[in-house]
């Protein structure tokens, strides 16, 4: 006896309905191959019509084997198991994730805790060891290759996309991994990537390929940085001194470029005016030969009007005159008893 029964109230009983005595004719007289038409009609109807998404294509297969494509939208197959269809989202972009894994996408996205060292760490070509997290993502372009020419697609794409990765990164250091290499290796991975899957026949189209983090181990990242900050200091220190040298050099060219130019000039004028004398000298010379007297009254008349003007104020008396008292000196001195400036400074 259960509780229930120990609370249901004294005098209570359970009644069933009364069916009558003629139920089971009443059964018998249903039409019976009418409703097993109308469910079996139901059964056909409802398996026949299937919709695909506009982002799929339906592959149609006849006991197992492949019929056809559907196209997006409302089609029909052959009922009771003769023809299935599977989905394949052809339209949609796919991505697999090396190194990481996305818990939850959003405003702020969610991130696996657990390490994935196995898919991470990788051997460059200078034997370092760098961890590198990165994204594939694609496309399904090919629906029939994609289900029946590779079996477990998924997991051989994640294996040649870990062997292109692994390969690019084994052909360079760890600082061009670190650095200046990251874009290159992306594009090598995502053209080496799309050979294999073009060979192997696995219907995928590789759309992009992105380095997400690459950093040393853990446990090696305090030596890492100390390295790179040296390196980062005889970078600077070299730029220093390379920037001091384009400046000093330059300068120091120019300025003897300058000195032998000038002293080219010099040397020009100097032989310019040494010939220019040598010819006026030359002229003068024929002229004199041709009329010595006049050329030497000339040559003295021209001398004085270039002497003259340099001497001063000058007193000119006549040579015959004698005892001629000192005057005061013209040229504002006391007058000495040395003579008078005519006396001193007489000429013709």
Do not use: H
């Amino acid at each position: 006896m259960s509780p229930d029964d120990d609370e249901r109230p004294p005098g209570r009983r359970i009644e069933f309905p009364d069916l009558g005595p003629d139920w089971a004719r009443r059964l018998e007289r249903l039409p019976w191959p009418g409703i097993a038409v109308v469910l079996l009609g139901l059964i056909v109807l409802f398996g026949s019509v299937y919709t695909v998404d506009p982002e799929e294509i339906g592959v149609v297969l006849r006991f197992g084997a492949y019929v056809r494509d559907a196209p997006p939208g409302l089609n029909f197959k052959l009922p009771l198991g003769v023809e299935s269809v599977v989905k394949v989202p052809v339209e949609r972009q796919l991505k697999e994730e090396f190194g990481f894994r996305t818990v939850r996408a959003g405003e702020r996205t969610e991130y696996s805790e657990r390490a994935f060292d196995e898919e991470s760490l990788m051997l460059t070509g200078d034997l370092n060891i760098a961890d590198v997290e990165w994204v594939v993502q694609y496309r399904i372009v090919d629906a029939y290759e994609f289900l029946f020419k590779v079996r477990g697609v998924r997991d051989t794409f994640r294996a040649m996309s870990e062997a292109v990765v692994r390969e690019a990164v084994g052909d360079r250091t760890v600082n061009e991994v670190l650095t200046i290499g990251r874009q290159e290796i992306a594009s090598l991975v995502e053209q080496g990537l799309q050979e294999l899957c073009d060979q192997y026949e696995t219907g995928l189209k590789v759309e992009q390929v992105v380095l997400q983090n690459v950093n040393p181990p853990e446990r090696v990242k305090p030596s890492f940085n100390a390295v790179n900050q040296a390196q980062q200091e005889r970078e600077e220190r070299i730029n220093t001194a390379q920037r001091e040298y384009n400046q000093a050099i330059p300068r120091a060219r120019g300025e003897a470029q300058q000195t032998i130019e000038r002293a080219e000039g010099y040397a020009l004028d100097r032989v310019n005016r040494a010939e220019g004398d040598a010819a006026r000298f030359v002229a003068l010379y024929e002229e004199y030969r041709q009329a010595p007297e006049v050329t030497r009254k000339r040559l003295y008349l021209e001398t004085l009007g270039r002497v003259l003007p340099k001497a001063g104020k000058k007193v000119v008396v006549d040579e015959d005159v004698r005892g001629l008292l000192p005057l005061l000196d013209l040229q504002g001195r006391p007058a000495t008893s040395g003579g008078s400036p005519a006396s001193r400074e007489g000429g013709r």
